[in-house]
Protein backbone atom coordinates (compact mmCIF):
# COMPACT_ATOMS: atom_id res chain seq x y z
CA UNK A 1 0.00 0.00 0.00
CA UNK A 2 1.16 3.42 -0.82
CA UNK A 3 1.33 6.01 1.80
CA UNK A 4 -0.42 9.16 -0.33
CA UNK A 5 1.32 11.93 1.77
CA UNK A 6 4.59 10.96 -0.15
CA UNK A 7 2.78 9.53 -3.18
CA UNK A 8 3.89 12.45 -5.33
CA UNK A 9 7.62 13.08 -4.86
CA UNK A 10 10.09 15.53 -6.61
CA UNK A 11 11.50 12.52 -8.80
CA UNK A 12 7.75 11.94 -9.62
CA UNK A 13 7.23 15.51 -10.68
CA UNK A 14 10.08 15.68 -12.59
CA UNK A 15 9.04 12.44 -14.46
CA UNK A 16 5.30 14.16 -15.13
CA UNK A 17 6.94 17.86 -15.98
CA UNK A 18 8.38 17.32 -19.37
CA UNK A 19 5.82 14.96 -21.46
CA UNK A 20 3.33 17.76 -20.54
CA UNK A 21 5.72 20.69 -21.39
CA UNK A 22 6.31 19.13 -24.71
CA UNK A 23 2.77 18.64 -25.41
CA UNK A 24 2.48 22.22 -24.86
CA UNK A 25 5.45 22.71 -27.03
CA UNK A 26 3.64 20.76 -30.14
CA UNK A 27 0.61 22.19 -29.97
CA UNK A 28 1.66 25.59 -29.76
CA UNK A 29 4.58 24.70 -33.02
CA UNK A 30 1.26 23.08 -34.36
CA UNK A 31 -0.73 26.85 -34.21
CA UNK A 32 2.34 29.03 -35.56
CA UNK A 33 2.56 26.58 -38.00
CA UNK A 34 -1.01 27.91 -39.38
CA UNK A 35 -1.02 31.25 -38.86
CA UNK A 36 2.10 31.38 -40.40
CA UNK A 37 0.24 29.64 -43.73
CA UNK A 38 -2.53 31.59 -43.15
CA UNK A 39 -0.74 34.93 -43.13
CA UNK A 40 1.50 33.80 -45.87
CA UNK A 41 -2.19 33.93 -48.03
CA UNK A 42 -3.42 37.16 -46.61
CA UNK A 43 -5.87 35.96 -44.41
CA UNK A 44 -6.56 37.38 -41.06
CA UNK A 45 -4.49 35.49 -38.35
CA UNK A 46 -5.00 35.42 -34.55
CA UNK A 47 -4.22 32.94 -31.34
CA UNK A 48 -7.40 31.43 -29.96
CA UNK A 49 -8.72 31.02 -26.76
CA UNK A 50 -7.29 27.28 -26.30
CA UNK A 51 -3.84 28.70 -27.53
CA UNK A 52 -3.67 31.40 -25.20
CA UNK A 53 -4.29 29.27 -22.40
CA UNK A 54 -1.90 26.63 -23.86
CA UNK A 55 0.81 29.39 -23.56
CA UNK A 56 -0.55 30.63 -20.13
CA UNK A 57 0.09 26.93 -18.83
CA UNK A 58 3.48 26.51 -20.92
CA UNK A 59 4.57 29.67 -18.80
CA UNK A 60 3.07 28.41 -15.54
CA UNK A 61 4.40 24.94 -15.96
CA UNK A 62 8.12 26.16 -17.01
CA UNK A 63 8.04 28.89 -13.72
CA UNK A 64 6.62 25.86 -10.94
CA UNK A 65 7.98 22.61 -12.37
CA UNK A 66 11.54 24.15 -13.79
CA UNK A 67 12.58 27.28 -12.19
CA UNK A 68 11.03 27.33 -8.97
CA UNK A 69 12.39 23.68 -7.87
CA UNK A 70 15.69 25.04 -8.80
CA UNK A 71 15.30 28.22 -7.00
CA UNK A 72 13.96 26.75 -3.83
CA UNK A 73 12.88 23.88 -1.85
CA UNK A 74 9.62 24.59 -0.65
CA UNK A 75 7.14 24.15 -4.00
CA UNK A 76 6.27 20.79 -3.98
CA UNK A 77 2.19 21.73 -3.40
CA UNK A 78 1.94 24.61 -5.91
CA UNK A 79 3.82 21.82 -8.62
CA UNK A 80 1.32 19.44 -7.72
CA UNK A 81 -1.31 22.03 -8.64
CA UNK A 82 0.60 23.20 -11.67
CA UNK A 83 1.32 20.22 -12.91
CA UNK A 84 -2.46 18.69 -12.45
CA UNK A 85 -4.01 21.96 -14.09
CA UNK A 86 -1.74 21.56 -16.85
CA UNK A 87 -2.93 18.09 -18.15
CA UNK A 88 -6.22 19.06 -17.96
CA UNK A 89 -5.99 22.29 -20.04
CA UNK A 90 -3.35 19.73 -22.62
CA UNK A 91 -6.33 16.90 -22.77
CA UNK A 92 -9.00 19.50 -23.51
CA UNK A 93 -6.50 21.51 -25.95
CA UNK A 94 -7.50 19.01 -28.84
CA UNK A 95 -11.51 19.49 -27.70
CA UNK A 96 -11.39 22.56 -27.90
CA UNK A 97 -9.90 23.49 -30.99
CA UNK A 98 -12.27 21.10 -32.91
CA UNK A 99 -14.95 23.58 -30.79
CA UNK A 100 -13.08 26.94 -32.44
CA UNK A 101 -13.94 25.17 -36.24
CA UNK A 102 -16.50 24.40 -35.50
CA UNK A 103 -16.36 20.53 -35.75
CA UNK A 104 -19.04 19.75 -33.17
CA UNK A 105 -21.82 21.70 -35.57
CA UNK A 106 -23.75 20.04 -38.44
CA UNK A 107 -23.09 23.82 -40.07
CA UNK A 108 -19.59 23.63 -39.50
CA UNK A 109 -17.74 26.53 -40.51
CA UNK A 110 -19.83 27.60 -43.13
CA UNK A 111 -22.39 29.01 -41.07
CA UNK A 112 -20.48 32.07 -41.72
CA UNK A 113 -20.21 31.93 -44.89
CA UNK A 114 -23.80 31.30 -45.95
CA UNK A 115 -24.71 34.67 -43.16
CA UNK A 116 -21.92 36.72 -45.02
CA UNK A 117 -20.14 37.41 -41.97
CA UNK A 118 -16.30 36.93 -41.02
CA UNK A 119 -14.98 33.95 -39.01
CA UNK A 120 -15.60 35.48 -35.29
CA UNK A 121 -12.41 35.24 -32.72
CA UNK A 122 -14.53 32.22 -30.31
CA UNK A 123 -17.17 30.37 -31.38
CA UNK A 124 -20.24 29.66 -28.74
CA UNK A 125 -18.97 25.77 -28.81
CA UNK A 126 -15.33 27.12 -27.88
CA UNK A 127 -16.14 29.22 -25.10
CA UNK A 128 -18.05 26.57 -23.62
CA UNK A 129 -15.06 23.86 -23.88
CA UNK A 130 -12.50 26.33 -22.50
CA UNK A 131 -14.72 27.74 -19.86
CA UNK A 132 -15.22 23.75 -18.76
CA UNK A 133 -11.17 23.46 -19.12
CA UNK A 134 -10.43 25.98 -17.16
CA UNK A 135 -13.08 25.32 -14.48
CA UNK A 136 -12.12 21.27 -14.46
CA UNK A 137 -8.40 22.50 -14.15
CA UNK A 138 -9.05 25.16 -11.48
CA UNK A 139 -11.05 22.04 -9.20
CA UNK A 140 -8.34 19.62 -9.91
CA UNK A 141 -5.57 22.26 -8.86
CA UNK A 142 -7.61 22.81 -5.80
CA UNK A 143 -8.00 19.07 -4.70
CA UNK A 144 -4.42 18.57 -5.16
CA UNK A 145 -3.87 21.76 -3.39
CA UNK A 146 -5.84 20.24 -0.31
CA UNK A 147 -4.75 16.36 -0.49
Known sequence: ????ATAMTPDT???LAPPLIA??????GWRVNREINL????RATWIPIPDVLNIMS???TVLCLIV????????????????GAGYILIAFHPFTMAAHYRLWSKEGRSKYITDGKAYPYAT??????SSLSVVLAALA??????H
Open 68 to 83: LPIATDSYLWLSRMVL
Open 39 to 42: GDAA
Open 1 to 4: MTNI
Open 23 to 28: LQFAAF
Open 141 to 146: AAYIGT
Open 58 to 60: LFA
Open 124 to 129: REELIS
Open 13 to 15: LYR
